[in-house]
């Protein structure tokens, strides 16, 4: 009798057993369905997966999860209303809150920048909210269970992100999409996006910014004209400082040990400098096959860019970016491993391409990348826009692991009226490719 109570079974015959599964299963499709993961069609009795599910699949999500990302979710998300979505992922409804801790949540809570219902202290979310603060904030945590905790929030908070991504990359959020790398950026190195990105370094405090100046380093060179000013961006100090062990020691010898010294100058060493080219590849009416085209990415501050800029692509056709990346730093130190200080546990240093377009605020494609050694390749198909006229799309280069080293980089291009014959050839292309 038990274990009939237990699993509200009527009977332990084949009939009841059978109607209590078929129960169990139309329970499940019901909640998957109500979670936008699946569609039912009751007619020819199929179930079709949707892009929910297929999301909640990969990265082993509740489907509670994707729901409330659905439901949550924005165009134009801020940081602070991502990282409260993150923190009521269902994969935290377990995070423990032991006896008194609520009272423990108040107090750190009080000392953090975002606010938190303050009803809600004994809430395992409120508490993944409160810990992922107090990691971006470097705060010192009262105990060694919240450390525990800790770790626990941030070994989850990377896949639910993931998530998170392809969630607005698939609705085509420009905004929320480079917001939620900007965060993943944040949960690796503990900072937040706010910070000096120079923070991120080894043995580097605050009051250690002021010392980095280039004429310190012996920098009185074209390149460096606020030579009075501290060096303001960690892209600047890797430029600086790379292959130059005398120009950290010139600025902070005073100030760090030997030791000190070399390990920052190892991290320094292998952050990634990449240098991009970018080519566009189709089919053109006048081109008698695939052509490439050289993109001028410059950020003109007047606005007008100069006609040879302007890339003339048919309206209304797939064409494909071609990425070339290169590694060029001069000190090569090739550890695949991100450089990370406050990140549980080890984490490759990969990159994300983003091609949107600005004006609509809208996301054409995207594409996970790893670890660049030397040298990589990507691409990236689109679709031109169906109206004639210049429009500027922009590639955005994101780490998955580092604040700072993202790379923008604009390529404007001239629709021109669609081309029958392009089109053509450019489905025998596919054929082609798909027959190979």
């Not at 995070?95 to 801790?101: A, D, I, S, T, Y």
């Amino acid at each position: 009798m038990l274990e009939l109570s237990f699993y509200n079974l009527d009977g332990t015959d084949h009939d009841s057993i059978n109607k209590f599964l078929s129960g169990l299963v139309e329970k499940a499709l019901y909640e998957l369905q109500c979670s936008y993961c699946i569609e039912v069609e009751e007619d020819n009795r199929s179930i079709t997966p949707l892009t929910l599910g297929r999301i909640s699949s990969y990265y082993y999500l509740s489907h509670n999860t994707v729901r409330m990302f659905r439901d949550e979710l924005k165009s134009e998300s801020t940081i602070p209303e991502l990282i409260e979505i993150l923190s009521n992922a269902h994969e935290y409804a377990e995070l423990p809150v032991r006896h008194n801790e609520d009272q423990i949540n108040g107090d750190i809570a009080k000392k953090l920048p975002l606010e938190v219902n303050p009803y809600s202290y004994d809430s395992s979310h409120t508490k993944a909210h409160i810990l992922l603060q107090a990691h971006f904030c470097q705060m010192a945590l009262p105990s060694t269970d919240y450390y525990t905790d800790t770790k626990s929030v941030l070994d989850q908070a990377i896949r639910i992100l993931q998530a998170m991504l392809d969630t607005v990359a698939d609705q085509g959020w420009l905004v929320a999409t480079l917001q939620i790398i900007t965060l993943i950026q944040m949960v690796v190195q503990g900072r937040w996006n706010h910070d000096n990105s120079l923070l991120t370094l080894q043995h580097m405090m605050p009051y250690h910014i002021n010392c980095l100046r280039p004429q310190n380093a012996g920098m009185k060179k074209k390149g460096f004209p606020n030579l009075k000013n501290p060096i303001g961006s960690l892209p600047e100090m890797i430029a600086i400082c790379d292959g130059k062990f005398d120009a950290l020691m010139a600025m902070l010898g005073e100030e760090m040990g030997r030791t000190e010294l070399d390990q920052l100058y190892h991290v320094l060493c292998r952050l990634p400098q990449i240098d991009i080219n970018l080519s566009v590849k189709g089919w053109w009416k006048d081109g008698s096959g695939d052509q490439e085209i050289k993109p001028v990415n410059i950020h003109h501050t007047s606005g007008v860019r100069p006609d040879e800029d302007w890339i003339q692509l048919h309206a209304d056709q797939e064409y494909v970016l071609h990425v070339d990346m290169r590694k060029i730093n001069k000190t090569r130190k090739n550890e695949s491993r991100a450089f990370t200080q406050k990140f549980p546990k080890p984490k490759d240093a990969g990159w994300i391409l983003v091609l949107g377009e600005i004006e609509n605020k809208e996301v054409i494609a995207l594409k996970r990348i790893g670890y660049i050694r030397n040298q990589s390749k990507s691409q990236l198909a689109f679709y031109t826009p169906e109206k004639t006229g210049r429009v500027i799309y922009t590639l955005y280069m994101m780490s998955d692991a580092y604040l700072g080293l993202d790379q923008q980089l604009d390529i404007p291009l001239e629709i021109l009226p669609a081309s029958i014959e392009s089109q053509v050839n450019t489905e025998l292309d596919d054929l082609d490719f798909g027959d190979e």
